[in-house]
């Protein structure tokens, strides 16, 4: 880690702030990002996304577990008058009065590897007539086992099984990055305000030297040792470094409003920002940051879901042609009595049940064959889509890590040039009072310094950007040379 390189900037803001130390908020970059990851509007998003996707996960998982379901009608009366055809062939029409009741409990599982469905089901119905003979009968299955395959050619569950725990740990990787994002949006926050600060009370400064230098030139210029016009041009200075202050304060108070907002920073509050003190001297491989991001980012796991997805559409259109096959098969015991005690008893009679359905087209003139045609086009096309985005992938990578090592060198020489031309300016404010040089040459110095400032925070931070950045798009601390994650504490 290395030292601020314009140490000077520091201690003369430091001096600035001290008589507003007391009564603001102090607050630096770190805390800042800290802060936005536990409270700023972008995380209450993040979180929720990736609650959203945890439950729709487990959701998932347990339909891969065996269900236990009860059902019945509890109760079903019903209460009419019928007609009856007689055998002489003339119409009765009789009363009649009955209580239903059921109950069903089964134990269901999908099959992954088939894609059907195995079901344990027992169950008892009792009936109850009141009109027009008064009895009771009971119907008992104590145990069924029944199989159902909907179809051979396509197996949606075998896919799903496939492609959710993929999505899954993409989510997870997901939020990891979303919180990077929150770090880099933050910084970007932070050094608005920070710059629109320190750009105030450099126009603070400038307002003082001006009007010091305004009321010396009065001075020599009632003495004869300088023109009107050159006195005229002080005093027009003067009032543009006034006009530049009233300005940097209204930019300062946007740029603090907004990050307050993002931090939930009630926004009557002052704030004591600080610059980073310390910069991490870090030279990224570009093989390192690639190896990193194939290994941690979520887009990699979406390109492998992607591609399993239009291979699951292919499989999709072959196994929905028309040529539909399925399978029911059931074997139970059940016995049927007038009273609950021997509705159990032995001898219990066997009840198998097998179906077969078959669906096969003679002429559909080509549905079928297009079917499959447009979804192996939509496979290839997307096949196509995938590699361009990890030609963009790896190409976003390869700028990143270029841009974050060059930007430690752009730093070192705006801090450099920073020093440089704030010595210039303290030189030539001097002289300028010694009557050594003309205002048009101090004009000069105190442009450069200004400018030498903004640029070296401008390049601080473009720095932290990109290095917020490069993590976020590497999930991968270069720093501490470790993976980012983060936990969740869903479902505990």
Not at 8 to 29: H, N
Not at 60 to 65: C, E, G, K, Q, T
Not at 113 to 133: A, C, E, W
Not at 399 to 427: C, G, P, W
Request: proline share 3%.
């Amino acid at each position: 880690m290395n030292k601020i390189f314009a140490l000077p900037l520091l201690i003369a803001l430091t001096l600035m702030d001290f008589s507003l130390a007391a009564q603001a908020r102090s607050l630096d970059l770190q805390s800042a990002i800290q802060q936005a990851q536990a409270q700023s509007p972008s995380y209450y998003r993040a979180i929720n996304t990736a609650e959203n996707r945890y439950w729709n996960y487990r959701q998932f998982r347990a339909s891969l577990l065996p269900q236990l379901n009860l059902s019945g009608s509890l109760p079903n009366y019903s209460s009419a008058i019928d007609r009856v055809t007689l055998p002489d062939g003339t119409f009765d029409f009789p009363e009649r009065e009955q209580l239903f009741l059921s109950g069903n409990l089964s134990l269901d599982q999908n099959v992954v590897l088939t894609g059907g469905r195995i079901s344990l089901i027992s169950s008892l119905q009792r009936t109850d007539v009141y009109r027009p003979d008064r009895r009771i009968n009971y119907f008992s299955t104590p145990i069924s086992i029944s199989y159902f395959q909907p179809m051979f050619l396509y197996n949606s569950l075998k896919w799903e099984n496939k492609i959710q725990p993929l999505a899954y740990e993409a989510s997870r990787r997901a939020y990891s990055e979303d919180l990077e994002n929150i770090a880099a949006e933050t910084t970007r926050l932070y050094f608005d305000a920070l710059v629109s600060r320190i750009s105030m009370r450099i126009a603070e400064q400038n307002v003082k030297n001006n009007d010091t230098i305004y009321k010396i030139s009065q001075g020599r210029y009632n003495l004869g040792k300088i023109a009107e016009n050159e006195l005229l041009q002080i005093e027009l200075n003067l009032l543009n470094a006034e006009n530049s202050l009233t300005n940097a304060r209204l930019n300062y108070e946007v740029a603090a409003q907004e990050l307050k907002r993002y931090l939930g920073i009630p926004s009557e509050e002052d704030l004591s920002l600080a610059i980073p003190s310390t910069i991490p001297k870090i030279e990224v491989s570009l093989d390192q940051a690639l190896n990193e991001a194939r290994k941690n980012r979520s887009a990699v796991l979406d390109f492998r879901r992607r591609r399993l997805e239009a291979e699951q559409s292919v499989a999709a259109a072959r196994g929905n042609t028309n040529y539909n096959f399925n399978l029911s098969a059931n074997f139970g015991l059940n016995r049927q009595a007038d009273n609950y005690n021997t509705a159990y008893a032995d001898p219990f009679a066997q009840q198998q049940n097998i179906s077969i359905g078959i669906n096969i087209p003679i002429i559909d003139w080509g549905q079928a064959r297009s079917q499959v045609r447009r979804a192996e086009a939509n496979r290839q096309l997307q096949e196509v889509n995938i590699a361009q985005d990890e030609i963009n992938f790896e190409q976003e990578i390869f700028l990143q890590v270029m841009q974050f090592n060059a930007q430690y060198q752009r730093l070192q020489i705006a801090a450099k040039a920073d020093t440089v031309a704030q010595k210039r300016y303290e030189v030539a404010r001097q002289r300028y009072l010694t009557g050594k040089i003309t205002i048009t040459d101090i004009n000069i110095a105190q442009s450069e310094k200004d400018r030498a400032k903004q640029s070296y925070l401008q390049e601080l931070q473009r720095f932290w950007i990109a290095h917020y950045t490069l993590r976020r798009l590497c999930l991968y601390d270069f720093e501490r040379d470790d993976v980012i994650f983060y936990e969740t504490n869903f479902g505990s």
